[in-house]
């Protein structure tokens, strides 16, 4: 390569000589009236090309130079974010391995070398809030919002820290601001929903109807129709509620205007049934009543509406139509467990002993068999004067207590009452209690209640 160099050197240089015999005239070059110089061509031509040469290899220079730079910089940035993600991700594995406070030593180091990482605030105000340092907690999440006050995890961060501590209305406030940004934001609506639900007074109807609406634009942003028929019970559910505050207020029209809206939702939300039923006899049309919650056992075989039917027509003195309608029920129905025992419990509420017996031994003719159906024989055989029976029944039963007395449990999620109720108190569920015969319910503290006296009846509600 240096054998090549220098003769290319020479090479220039003959060329160069070749060139100056040839050109041997000389220019006048005038710098200035008094500064006049002569200079031959060939001379000329090389400065001017040395002149070149050497301009372009400045240029380079620069180039290279602000290149080597800028590589420098770019390598010394990607150092520094490698520290920074494996710092981050040591901080995440520690925070999955349950260490809280080692978790929150990594993030701290962290944000001092890296001032402006907003997710490592969010982590730090997270893991705060686990370790009940409130303050700290709420001083991270802020000054995440200082960085970046419109990114939605930021708010979310800020509206379960308030949520956390107590503050409701400034937990609205924070979900406010992310539907402001994203009025589909889902997660934003079904938030702001439990928080409308654990800060409103529910006696308002005004609360309920805010409700109403915003279970109208989850539904609107719901992207399947499985997804939109599931939170239509939600929808029922509110109608009901605000039905029912009406019912309270006196003011029957709307209520029974909701109620029918909540059915015509969901034509199996039992709890609107037995609401309007309550509007009817709040009306005096007691006959109505009692037509309107047979023809909606028909349409739905909910028993609770036969149970309501029950209390209704033993309260006026007519138990002959109601032994008329559950045969007209088992007609149709002849292996419904439950049918059958509610009769079976009714001939003993009228002290009809021997059809009582008949009708809850057929039950154990099926091979069914549970608690309630055991006490209530035992107490049959007690009246039939056969103690020795009596006993061999109770000692089948678990308990002894409240023998005409069906508890009621939650399907959802197995929650037991004495009393009926349009929606669990335990998980929040609208429309799933029924009768808990099988038994299968865990025992729990039971919610306040309130009565309704309607016509003498006194139905007893959430």
Request: aromatic share 10%; glycine share 4%; net charge positive.
């Amino acid at each position: 390569m240096g054998k090549f160099l220098l003769i290319l050197f020479l090479v220039v240089l003959i060329g160069i000589g070749y060139l100056a015999t040839l050109n041997k005239e000389t220019i006048t070059i005038v710098l200035t009236p008094k500064d006049v110089y002569e200079a031959p061509k060939i001379v000329i031509m090389l400065a001017s090309g040395i002149t070149g040469a050497c301009f372009v290899l400045l240029i380079f220079i620069i180039r290279d130079t602000r290149r080597f730079l800028k590589n420098l910089a770019q390598q010394k940035r990607e150092k520094r974010e490698e520290r920074k993600k494996e710092l981050y991700s040591r901080a995440l594995d520690q925070l999955l391995a349950g260490k809280l406070t080692h978790a929150r030593e990594t993030l701290e180091l962290i944000i001092r070398d890296f001032p402006d990482f907003i997710d490592a605030y969010l982590k730090l105000a997270e893991t705060a809030l686990e370790l009940k340092d409130l303050q700290k907690a709420y001083s991270y999440a802020e000054k995440a919002r200082q960085l970046a006050p419109r990114r939605l995890d930021v708010l979310f961060t800020m509206e379960n820290l308030m949520e956390k501590t107590g503050r409701i209305q400034d937990a609205l406030k924070y979900v406010n601001e992310i539907l402001n940004l994203d009025k589909t934001n889902l997660s934003a609506l079904y938030k702001k929903r439990a928080l409308l639900e654990a800060a409103s007074s529910l006696s308002q109807p005004e609360n309920w109807e805010e409700l109403i609406e915003m279970e109208r634009q989850i539904i609107k942003n719901l992207p399947d129709d499985s997804s939109r028929r599931k939170e239509k019970r939600f929808l029922a559910g509110y109608k009901y509620e605000l039905g029912r505050v009406y019912l309270e207020k006196k003011e029957l029209e709307k209520a029974k205007k909701l109620f029918k809206t909540a059915i015509r939702i969901d034509r199996f939300f039992i709890p609107a049934y037995l609401g309007l039923t309550e509007v009817l006899l709040l009306e005096g049309t007691i006959e109505e009543a009692i037509e309107f919650l047979w023809n909606s056992y028909e349409d739905t075989g909910s028993p609770l509406l036969l149970a309501r039917l029950e209390d209704l027509l033993i309260a006026n003195g007519q138990p002959a139509r109601l032994i008329r309608y559950y045969k007209s029920a088992i007609a149709k129905r002849p292996n419904d467990t439950l049918l059958n025992f509610l009769l079976g419990k009714l001939y003993y509420r009228l002290e009809m002993i021997d059809e009582s017996i008949d009708t809850l031994r057929g039950l154990e003719s099926y091979g069914t068999t549970f608690p309630e159906l055991h006490r209530l024989l035992g107490n049959l055989y007690l009246k039939r004067r056969q103690p020795e029976r009596a006993a061999m029944e109770f000692r089948k039963a678990i308990d002894m207590k409240k023998t005409l007395k069906l508890n009621y449990c939650c399907t959802n999620c197995g929650y037991t009452s004495e009393v009926w109720s349009g929606r669990c108190p335990n998980c929040k569920e609208w429309n799933s209690y029924t009768f808990n015969l099988e038994w299968f319910c865990k025992e729990t503290a039971l919610p306040e209640v309130r009565e309704i006296k309607t016509e003498g009846v006194t139905q007893k509600m959430y």
